[in-house]
């Protein structure tokens, strides 16, 4: 069992950043960011794989920057040129599977965080 405890979330201005950040309590090998808005569906964010293969999720990209710390088994959020859009709770997913694909299938991620709330305001 591994548990992900979420930090970082908070309110900020349009074109603010934040960086998020999500603690594991055991290996980890794919791990990503997913977030869900008032009345959506949750989505995927940024994901990166055992190898350090990335996605970003399009209307992030170029804003948002996903990196894993494994000595602290730790992965970020940095998020830069925040739009009133990215408002969400934002929760950190993980496996433990070797051969994971790292992508937006939520089934593919057994563990996940409480969440974390990220407001941005115009």
């Known amino acids: 069992q591994v548990q992900l405890v979420e930090s970082g979330g908070g309110s900020v201005q349009a074109g603010g950043s934040l960086r998020l950040s999500c603690t594991a309590s055991?290996?980890?090998?794919?791990m990503g960011w997913f977030r869900q808005a008032p009345g959506k569906e949750r989505e995927g964010v940024a994901t990166i794989t055992r190898v350090g293969y990335i996605t970003y999720e399009d209307s992030v990209k170029g804003r948002f920057t996903i990196f894993k710390d494994n000595a602290k088994n730790t992965l970020y959020l940095q998020m830069n040129s925040l739009k009133p859009e990215d408002t969400a709770m934002y929760y950190c997913?993980?496996?433990?599977?070797?051969?994971?694909?790292?992508?937006?299938?939520?089934?593919?991620?057994?563990?996940w965080g409480q969440g974390t709330q990220v407001t941005v305001s115009s």
């Open positions: 055991g290996y980890t090998s794919c």
């Open positions: 997913a993980a496996t433990r599977e070797f051969f994971c694909r790292g992508g937006y299938s939520q089934s593919e991620y057994k563990y």
